[in-house]
């Protein structure tokens, strides 16, 4: 039976964590930059999920598409920052984003204090018992939402020309240019994304567990995690990822013990990066 | 490197001043602090800017704090046992990292931070778990000195490098790992004994640090912090020469300490943020860049 | 015996194969041309001999010992210098220290104190003819300078075999007659040299003997003047001057 909870539990873990790591991905993409910082977006979109939750009684649902859409503004402060940097080395973009990172977290400390909070909502209690497993109202929520954002990305990237434009953008920008491609607009786009999706599952977060400003951190891990494996510009890639992470870590929980769940996170990394050798024979392609 | 030696003067200076216990201790904390910042900056000559200098920090402060508290040693001969270790586990870090370039070499000093912080966390009956170590040895009243006296170790090591090959080696590293391999450059072993001294300088701050505060717990002694201000402090101050990351330790932490945290005790750490933000944005060679752009643009080091 | 033995080395990346069971073999002071269109595994060839790439299958033995699967450092220290196809030089040092890093590592037959490699690196600035530019930052330098720097460094490095991936790509005739010139004088002063080009007529001057690939195979291999006659050749150049 834990077995069974955790296959269950795990993959609807892993469709949010899919979700999580979608806008990470799409940033990653057009900007060529780990975005340290996305853990601190999905903690802004929590924060405006959270005050409309307790000023409005939103539910997660509406927070998530209200706090989405004022994340994706993100997008302009963030290709601001990133056409002013100088020199813009690979290192020093992510320096930034690291930068940013520890901005976001204090200033959310100074708005919003080092309190826990948890977003509250009238179905929270229901739960659904699938095989004898118990899945709780949230959790389930946060999984659709996740499947179904992923399943609208996938087609827009997939099926749409702005969306095969951004792909295109995502692999090679130069060419994308070359061909015709606003590459620039196109950034934009990919940051709104990233930024949006960020934010729109925030709120979904704060279902799930505690929020306070310092839990960014292994949000930014599962993202970064999830983009290595599943790859950039491929939604499924990041739901199949984001899926097994999520059983393996409930895989984790249950035969070792909570306090393990982070060793699995960080020790994945570390070992998704063994295979990231980059440097000469990558980039440098020309004959 | 003058301005290095200029900075080590300073730093004993003020370490014989007879301050009060609040400034000594801080000074204390802020000449730890800065031998950090030096470790990372010997690192990052070789091109390896690590994001996880904490798990050196946190490494060398346990083993000292065990080796004093549990084995009876003198804090002396703990504190080298702490470089010791983290020299140690140095080894697997950079079996695990060297092979990687730019940012997956930085995530993966990350990532290893983390993973020796949560087995520090887990190994209850050797660390105490989360609940830590506490009323370790004093560190003695001398040990001001280590900070100012693991600076002028690694100046030496500095000028060891200038004046041997193995110094125009490393910057060939850094600038074009390849081309640098193809001219004879035994990359992986440099950087091998590089990674082992600066982890072995990181650790040694820690320990220092362990007895300075007289309790450890995993969560304070591998925090992301350890790592981000090294990183910060080394970067705002300038990585060219030596001295950029001692004066970027020490401008950043007093800044900190005596005037923002006694008036902005909350969002301190904005000064971090800024600080960094500040260099990527529109300072790129640091302080020390500016003191050479008003020096008539030669090089200072 | 041949200073370099190359024996049935293949290499494909993915799907693509770009070398197939390539075997030839350098006999000490030879001066070998390797000559293929664009994408015929050149560069690929020269990376595995020096260590940069894993060879999917075959061997490389130079001097009698076999080097394939050593470290690129290990296989300079051997006495194998190179340069790139793609000038690589280090950006923030002044000429003199890029040729420096070759001097003070370099070959395992001599390890010089600095002082010393800074005469051998003076030395190798002034085979070139670039001893006028050492204190010049290396970014400053025109592509034909670069190119002769690259040598200056490969040289500094005491190599017994030099591989050169195309050092005249990109320069005006005179500098291509300039970077000939030299390759004969180091010819004469005992350095093994295998030259790539894609250009035949450069190419086929200097040479001793030719090396033909196309598409990762060997499809020539004899003198120059037999060679750049040979059918398969031509037709391998075909619509390429
Ligand atoms: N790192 C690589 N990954 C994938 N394909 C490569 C790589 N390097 C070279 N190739 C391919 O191998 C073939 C041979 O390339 P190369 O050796 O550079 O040719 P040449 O130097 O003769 O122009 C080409 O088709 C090229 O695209
Ligand atoms: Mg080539």
New binding site residues.
């Given amino acids: 039976m834990p077995l069974l909870e955790a296959l269950l539990a795990g993959t609807a873990q892993g469709l949010f964590y899919g979700l999580l790591a979608a806008g990470f991905a799409i940033t990653f993409g057009v900007a060529r930059t780990f975005n340290l910082a996305h853990g601190e977006l999905v903690l802004l979109g929590a924060y405006a999920g959270l005050w409309l939750n307790a000023s409005l009684g939103a539910g997660p649902l509406t927070a998530a598409a209200v706090a989405g859409l004022a994340l994706a503004l993100w997008a302009w402060p963030a290709q601001a920052l990133l056409s002013r940097i100088t020199p813009a080395s690979e290192l020093r973009v992510l320096t930034l984003t690291f930068g940013l990172s520890l901005l976001l977290q204090n200033l959310m400390l100074l708005s919003f204090s080092a309190d826990y909070r948890f977003l509250d909502w009238e179905r929270a209690e229901v739960v659904w018992r699938p095989l004898g497993v118990s899945l709780g109202a949230g959790r389930l929520t946060a999984a659709a939402a996740g499947a179904g954002l992923l399943l609208v990305l996938h087609l827009f990237l997939q099926r749409t020309r702005p969306g095969r434009a951004l792909r295109a953008t995502c692999q090679d920008a130069r060419a994308a240019g070359l061909m015709g491609i606003p590459v620039e607009r196109m950034q934009l786009l990919g940051l709104a994304l990233g930024g949006g999706l960020a934010g729109a599952a925030g709120p979904l977060l704060a279902t799930l567990q505690y929020v306070s400003p310092t839990v960014g951190p292994p949000l930014t891990v599962i993202a970064l995690t999830l983009t290595i494996a599943g790859g950039v510009g491929r939604a499924d890639g990041l739901a199949l990822a984001g899926v097994l992470f999520g059983i393996v870590e409930s895989l984790v929980v249950a035969l070792a013990g909570p306090a393990w769940r982070e060793a699995w996170l960080f020790g994945a990394l570390l070992l998704l990066l063994q295979g990231r050798r980059t440097g000469l ?1 990558r980039g440098r ?1 020309a ?1 | 490197m003058r301005g290095g030696w200029a900075l080590f003067g300073c730093a004993l200076a003020a370490s014989a001043l007879p301050w009060s216990p609040y400034h000594r201790s801080l000074l204390t904390t802020g000449l730890l602090l800065a031998l950090l910042t030096a470790s990372w900056h010997l690192l990052a000559l070789g091109g390896r800017l690590s994001f996880g200098h904490a798990a050196f920090f946190g490494v060398g402060a346990y083993a000292s704090a065990l080796l004093a508290s549990r084995a009876g040693l003198s804090v002396w001969v703990a504190l080298l046992g702490g470089a010791l270790a983290a020299a140690a586990a140095a080894i697997p870090v950079g079996a695990l990292s060297l092979h990687l370039r730019g940012p997956y070499f930085s995530l993966a000093t990350l990532a290893a931070a983390e993973v020796l912080r949560i087995l520090a966390a887990n190994w209850t009956s050797l660390t105490g778990g989360t609940w830590g170590l506490v009323g370790l040895p004093p560190l003695p009243p001398q040990g001001a000195l280590v900070g100012a006296g693991g600076i002028g170790a690694l100046l030496l090591v500095h000028t060891l490098l200038a004046r041997s090959r193995w110094g125009v080696a490393l910057a060939a590293i850094r600038q074009q790992q390849e081309r640098a391999e193809a001219l004879g450059v035994p990359s992986r072993p440099l950087l091998f004994a590089t990674l082992l001294t600066s982890a072995a300088f990181a650790g040694l701050s820690g320990a220092a640090y362990a007895h300075h505060v007289r309790s450890l717990e995993p969560a304070t002694a591998f925090s992301l912090l350890f790592s981000i201000l090294p990183l910060i402090m080394a970067l705002f101050g300038g990585t060219s020469s030596p001295a950029g990351p001692l004066l970027g330790a020490g401008v950043l932490y007093f800044l900190d300490e005596l005037l923002l945290q006694p008036r902005f005790p909350a969002g301190h750490q904005l000064l971090y943020a800024g600080a960094i933000l500040l260099v990527l944005l529109g300072l790129p060679e640091g302080l020390v860049g500016i003191a050479r752009r008003r020096g008539g643009g030669r090089g200072a080091s | 015996m041949a200073l370099l033995e190359v024996h049935r080395l293949s290499k494909a ?2 799907g ?1 194969t ?1 070398l197939r069971a390539v075997s030839f073999t350098v006999a000490e002071r030879e001066l070998l041309g390797v000559i ?1 269109p ?8 020269f990376h595995i001999i020096g260590g940069v790439l894993r060879p999917s299958s075959g061997t490389v033995a130079f001097a009698g010992e076999t080097i394939t699967g050593r470290q690129p450092w290990e296989i300079c220290r051997l006495g194998i210098g190179r340069t790139p ?1 793609i000038p690589m030089v280090f950006p923030g040092l002044t000429c003199l220290e890029n040729v420096l890093v070759g001097a003070a590592f370099g070959s395992r037959r001599r390890r010089l104190p600095v002082a010393r490699a800074r005469h051998e690196a003076i030395a190798a600035l002034e085979t070139v003819g670039l001893a006028d530019l050492a204190a010049r930052p290396a970014p400053r330098l025109s592509l034909g300078q670069t190119r002769l720097l690259e040598l200056a460094m490969a040289l500094a490095s005491a190599p017994r075999l030099l591989l050169l991936d195309e050092p005249t790509a990109g320069l005006s005739p005179a500098a291509v007659q300039r970077v000939l010139q030299l390759l004969r004088g180091l010819r004469g002063r005992g350095v093994t040299i295998v030259l ?1 080009d ?1 250009k035949l007529r450069a190419i086929a001057d200097v040479a001793s003997r030719l090396l033909a ?1 196309d598409r ?1 195979e060997v499809i020539a291999e004899g003198p120059s003047a037999e060679v750049t006659r040979h059918p398969r050749v031509l037709e391998a150049y075909l619509g390429e001057p």
């Fill in positions: 024979l392609r004959s | 990346f993915g693509l770009a293929g664009n994408g015929s595994g050149k560069s690929t060839l196809q790539v894609h690939l990762g």
